[in-house]
């Protein structure tokens, strides 16, 4: 296991580590001193801690002792990261077509990574084994109407026009995106599942004062706003679907919340760029979705969607991709029975991987393969998850 004082894993081969914090607002202020550290640091801010990524150890004892004096508590229990596995006979002619559907980077293994690292990265792995029905799993991308159109994917099919395959016939739904407010007043903002806006800023410091500016506006009315900080960037989100009224449940206008925002992160200087907004979901076809879905959220330690009538689940601190689930035919027993071209792969720091596996298998999977700090794991209809340590 590597650990970097007490406070830091790697996890995913990134140095991270979590901090408690008691709203956005003393995130935000706390990320200031953060950003102000390192060029490469990567800093996420939730209403409940935040997130510190950087791409060595250089900075990781100055992290903490900024945050030791604030008195935020490091809970490396609270890390993982999400990824997705593709299986194919020959990854050279499936990754042009996720580099144009998701606007990716490939990477030097071979796969493919958001250049923000929001959205999960993609891993693509050489197999013969035959595999030609439909996968149980596909991707859900929603990007703005202009970029959708840039990726030139092709005729899309579907009953909802928007569905493009591989080579291989892995599936993606691409979904243009929207204005948030059709009136203009938000015109910063786009409405790709989730409200998002993504602001390019020139030095930490205007970075760090939109990120307090628009955490201090969503805790006055109490909206737990996502705010990522990128080295040139500020990404503001809602998380999925929750600048709606019925799915965060709250007394808040989010629309006339984005506005102040907007208008606050002008003021400083920020440019907003509508290319940027990039939504990325799983989406699982199963004969027992709560019995599949039970599985996911013991797995992920997610929590369920408030809204009773649908399947979705989300981690609890919104830092990795929803998944959603859909009932298909049991009588579809070929297509059941196929080993899916795509898996997801999980991982965590590695004390605390094995507790990982045993939340799965006590929630209906199975261990199909383990090796030194790696598990397979299947959930009950197959679908598999790889659970990786450290």
């Keep these: 296991m590597t650990v970097i004082g007490t406070d830091w894993r790697v996890v995913d081969g990134v140095v991270t580590a979590w901090f408690d914090a008691s709203s956005l607002t003393e995130g935000a202020v706390w990320a200031r001193r953060v950003v102000a550290l390192a060029d490469d640091v990567e800093v996420d801010v939730r209403a409940t801690g935040v997130r ?3 791409d060595s150890d250089e900075h990781a004892e100055a992290v903490s002792v900024a945050a030791r004096e604030l008195g935020l508590a490091a809970d490396p229990a609270a890390l993982q990261h999400l990824s997705v596995g593709f299986d194919s006979p020959d990854p050279g002619a499936v990754t042009p077509f996720w580099l144009r559907a998701l606007d990716y980077a490939p990477t030097q293994d071979g796969g493919l990574a958001d250049p923000l690292r929001r959205d999960p990265a993609i891993r693509v792995r050489r197999a013969t084994e035959p595999r030609p029905l439909r996968n149980r799993i596909h991707l859900d991308v929603v990007r703005p109407e ?11 099919f579907g009953p ?10 892995n599936e993606v739904d691409l979904v243009p995106g929207d204005a948030l407010d059709e009136g203009g007043r938000a015109a910063d903002w786009q409405a790709v599942f989730s409200a998002m806006a993504c602001y390019r800023v020139t030095a930490p410091t205007q970075q760090a004062d939109v990120a307090v ?76 979705v ?24 989300v981690d609890p601190r919104r830092l990795n991709p929803v998944l959603a689930f859909q ?58 998850l790889v659970v990786v340590g450290g």
């Design 146 to 156: 202009t970029a959708v159109e840039q990726a030139g994917l092709g005729e899309a």
């Design 52 to 54: 510190v990524r950087l």
């Design 327 to 384: 009932e298909i035919d049991v009588a579809d027993t070929d297509r059941r029975r196929q080993r899916n071209r795509i898996h997801v792969e999980l991982a965590v720091p590695a004390d605390l991987a094995a507790a990982r596996v045993a939340a799965a298998v006590a929630a209906g999977g199975r261990v199909l393969e383990e090796s030194e700090g790696r598990w397979r794991v299947a959930d009950p209809e197959g679908n598999e």
């Design 213 to 288: 500016a628009a955490a201090e506006l969503a805790d006055a009315v109490g909206f737990p706003l996502l705010v990522d900080l990128r080295p040139g960037f500020v990404v503001l989100d809602t998380g999925k679907d929750q600048w709606d009224g019925e799915a965060h449940g709250l007394d808040v206008d989010f629309t006339g919340l984005a506005q102040r925002i907007q208008t606050a992160a002008r003021e400083l200087g920020a440019v907003a760029d509508p290319s940027l907004p990039h939504f990325v979901q799983l989406f699982f076809d199963a004969a027992d």
């Design 160 to 169: 909802f026009g928007v569905c493009h395959a591989d080579p291989d016939g």
């Design 290 to 313: 709560a019995a599949v879905r039970a599985f996911w959220v013991a797995a992920l330690g997610y929590v369920h969607d408030r809204r009773t009538r649908l399947t979705d689940i």
